[in-house]
């Protein structure tokens, strides 16, 4: 390597600090995505459930921040003239758009149990392994569901209202960064844009964006949380618990991340000409910011969700026997006890997924 290219490099404990942040995330992508392998191959019958969208964003924005550290120290050390300019901004804002998602989709499942009626609520299935999609009405809708699985794995008819806003919002999100990217690929050309000043905006954006995040995980929490501890049961006393768990770090780590992304320049650390900074300084707000506001809440989530699905012969069983049970009780069918729902709702809680 040449001296020129040396004399880029970032201080030594800057690089030791951004390679431990790097396995962090890496160490959790791989667990994440293990994860999902393992729910996966344990019931194959299953598609897209909570379970495995949350693991999918939350490894696959891991591993967006991985890739992002490790460039950002291999674009310092050779001089690369692209990773300052929209290249890096490019790899250091979509990993926080699938985070963002991830999130998001957390407190989307919130809402819709805050706003289920006493009455329709039961806590033993809600924080269960369900799909994705909405449940249909009819068998035609199943069958025509089935036909479609092999090409089309999630039928975007059929996704929730709320979980719909959340895909939205993740692709406004991902084209206006888009397009932050492309304003500051050109002001670095002869004209009166800022490059700099155009990214510091879409931070501090972003920085506001994550604290109305936080403050709404915060609300939506506390009100499940509230709703949760009426009930009289085991399962949501240990419920109740993963959902202020949840609540407090989402928040804390939340706040603490975008306090740093307003009021430093550490998101942008990618350029290294910047003025030297005091080396122990900036190393603990890089902790700060990537390992307490991204790698604490991912692993709690995981470790929220760690709970696999039961195998597919269990589920295949257990259907079976109800089948047989409406078969021989037909009476059944036109006059439900009340404890009927409630013991369906609860065998779908098999399916255990705490969020």
């Known amino acids: 390597m040449s001296e020129h290219g040396v004399s880029h490099c970032f201080p030594r404990p800057l690089f030791g600090v951004n390679v431990a942040i790097a396995l962090v995330h890496g160490i959790i992508a791989f667990f994440s995505f293990f994860q999902l392998l393992r729910i996966h191959m344990r019931n194959l019958q299953l598609l897209w459930t909570r379970q495995k969208v949350f693991h999918l964003l939350i490894g696959s924005s891991n591993l967006g921040y991985f890739i992002y550290l490790v460039l950002s120290l291999v674009a310092a050390c050779n001089g690369w003239t692209c990773w300052v300019h929209s290249c890096g901004f490019i790899f250091m804002a979509f ?13 989307s499942y919130w809402v819709d149990l805050c706003h289920q009626s006493d009455d329709d609520y039961d806590y033993e299935g809600s924080f269960c392994e369900e799909p994705l999609l909405e449940k249909t009405s009819n068998d035609s ?25 959340v895909i939205l919002v993740a692709l406004l999100i991902f084209i206006m960064m888009m397009a932050f990217a492309v304003i500051i690929w050109i002001g670095l050309g002869q004209n009166p844009i800022d490059s700099e000043v155009v990214a510091r905006v879409y931070l501090d954006l972003s920085a506001v964006v ?5 403050g709404a995980i ?11 501890s009426k009930v009289r049961a085991e399962k949501p006393s240990s419920e109740m618990w993963k959902v202020a768990g949840l609540t407090i770090v989402s928040v804390l780590c939340f706040t603490s991340s975008s ?14 000409h ?45 259907e079976s026997s109800t089948l047989a049970f409406v078969a021989d009780n037909s009476v059944a069918i036109h006059h439900p006890r009340p404890w009927t729902a409630a013991t369906s709702v609860q065998n779908q809680a098999s399916r255990a997924s705490p969020i």
């Open 95 to 107: 990993p926080k758009i699938l985070f963002f998602a991830a999130f998001l989709l957390l407190l």
């Open 141 to 165: 809708n199943l069958a025509s569901i089935d036909n479609h699985r092999k090409c089309f794995p999630i039928r975007f008819s059929h996704v929730g209202n709320r979980q719909k806003i």
């Open 210 to 214: 994550m604290l109305l995040l936080g």
């Open 218 to 228: 915060a609300c939506y929490g506390t009100l499940l949380y509230l709703k949760m």
């Open 259 to 272: 306090c740093v992304e307003l009021l430093t320049d550490i998101p942008m650390l990618h350029d290294w």
């Open 274 to 318: 910047e003025p030297h900074l005091d080396d122990v300084y900036t190393s603990l707000l890089l902790i700060l910011y990537y390992f307490v506001g991204s790698s604490i809440p991912s692993a709690v989530v995981l470790w929220v969700m760690r709970e696999l699905p039961p195998p597919e012969s269990d589920i295949i069983q257990e």
